[in-house]
């Protein structure tokens, strides 16, 4: 029998001050930067969620010495010139960001390992990462097909290129850039929509050079990392769970203290605003590149936006939270240029789809996102996870405004990015989850 949870309140309020989990993009980099560079690298506010657990077993197999204590984290590296090679398959979990970035990190090694993922990760396709490193003479092989994991990869010397990116990929990008670190010569991504930069900032704290000309980034090959101190933000990927619910809820105020607003992270503000919702930025600060502040959202009456274009690599991940709201918001909403979606965790279009229907919600799909007619009223049902995290919250989230309750089939894969969602959840609304 699977897992469940029950979410159900009766006429609740969300009030008072949240600090989220850290930034599980920025918690994936710190690790993979301190492992690559040499000595000693402090990180705090670590994610400690299981897709960022994944990553920290990786390099513990690669003879790195990694040791944490909840969200503090201490990685001593020799350098990833000196990495063991692995006795054992480096798994990567649920994560896409450890695998598709580990690719374009270990293409450039001097080791030869295996890596494998979770039945869900070993569904997604590798392709677009696997192909711009074949072009700078990676060596990764399949027993199978070379789409999908598991691949194994022969760290050997790579070449620079020029790679024109198709989509707009922080992971493809992120794994050339890697690769380009440590290839001959210098390598340049040029990309068709801004996608979240946190590899670029994080390689500069860790010392490397790189230029950026519009939408172009550069980086010279042979060039190398020293360890250093990371301070990881909120992650405002899963604040957007709690932001969406604080608008959609009547009387609710719920403030964000230490969220991450690195401006190619902060979509989902953007697209708040736009349907109506009631926001204050309170403070803003900045580290190493890193933007973080305190946000207070209220409860709003919401109408329907068209979220697009180079929004999207924005606020990707807050797409399933975002079209839970567009169910509540005056008129119809449209998402589109979405593409990337169905490639996620799961085929997120129709898995939110297909999930918000079983509600009552009015949406229809489309090859590159969704229309959603509101507001509609919701009632209560049994959601599927698929064992996506995003959608987990989602449905949690939904429950706060269905007439009946709603029942999560496994919800554990929320733990991948909030181990406490679900404490934090009741905190908020001052009830129990069953």
């Known amino acids: 029998m699977s897992e469940q949870k029950t979410v ?13 989990p850290g930034d599980k993009s920025i918690s994936h980099r710190a690790v993979m930067l301190g492992s690559i560079a040499e000595g000693k ?16 077993d990786m390099f513990r197999k690669l003879g790195v010495t990694i040791t944490r204590k909840g969200t503090d984290v201490v990685v001593e590296s020799p350098g990833i010139a000196n990495w063991q090679t692995p006795t054992e398959t480096l798994d990567a979990g649920n994560s896409g960001t450890t695998a598709r970035l580990m690719l374009g990190i270990l293409s450039g090694s001097s080791v030869t390992s295996k890596m494998c993922g979770d039945q869900y990760l070993s569904k997604r396709p590798m392709k ?44 493809v990008k992120s794994a050339v850039l890697l690769a380009g670190l440590h290839g001959e010569g210098e390598t340049s991504v040029t990309e068709i929509s801004v996608s979240r930069d946190h590899t670029e900032r994080m390689l500069m704290q860790f010392g490397a050079q790189l230029t950026q000309e519009g939408k172009t980034i550069r980086i010279a090959g042979g060039q190398k990392l020293t360890g250093t101190d990371v301070v990881v933000p909120g992650d405002i990927s899963s604040a957007a769970f709690f932001m969406v619910a604080a608008a959609m809820v009547k009387d609710s105020v719920v403030t964000f203290e230490k969220v991450g607003l690195n401006p190619t992270r ?169």
């Open 8 to 20: 159900s309140f009766e006429r609740p309020v969300l009030r008072g001050t949240i600090q989220v």
């Open 266 to 434: 902060t979509g989902i503000l953007d697209v708040l605003e736009a349907m109506g919702v009631s926001m204050k930025q309170l403070e803003e600060h900045g580290f190493s590149g890193e933007r973080y502040g305190t946000i207070q959202i209220s409860h709003s009456t919401l109408q329907a936006t068209e979220i697009g274009g180079e929004l999207i690599p924005r606020l990707i991940d807050e797409l399933p939270v975002l079209a839970l709201l567009a169910t509540q918001a005056e008129g119809t909403t449209i998402i589109r240029d979405a593409e990337e979606l169905r490639v996620k965790e799961t085929d997120r279009i129709e898995a939110v789809a297909t999930e918000l229907r079983k509600l009552g919600a009015t949406i229809e799909t489309t090859p590159d996102g969704m229309i959603i007619t509101g507001p509609t009223p919701l009632s209560g049902g049994t959601l599927q996870s698929y064992g996506d995290h995003r959608l987990g919250m989602m449905a949690a989230i939904a429950g706060l405004i269905t007439s009946e309750p709603v029942h999560i089939e496994n919800p554990s894969c929320i733990a991948i990015s909030y181990p406490r969602f679900f404490e934090d959840l009741s905190d908020l609304v001052s009830e129990e989850i069953q």
């Open 128 to 171: 677009r990462v696997t192909g711009p490193l074949g072009l700078m003479g990676a060596k990764i092989t399949s027993d199978e097909h070379d789409d999908f994991l598991p691949l194994t990869v022969e760290g050997t010397t790579l070449k620079a290129i020029d790679y024109q990116m198709p989509v707009a990929s922080a992971q």
């Open 41 to 56: 690298t402090t990180i705090s506010g670590f994610l400690d969620g299981e897709d960022c657990l994944s990553t920290i």
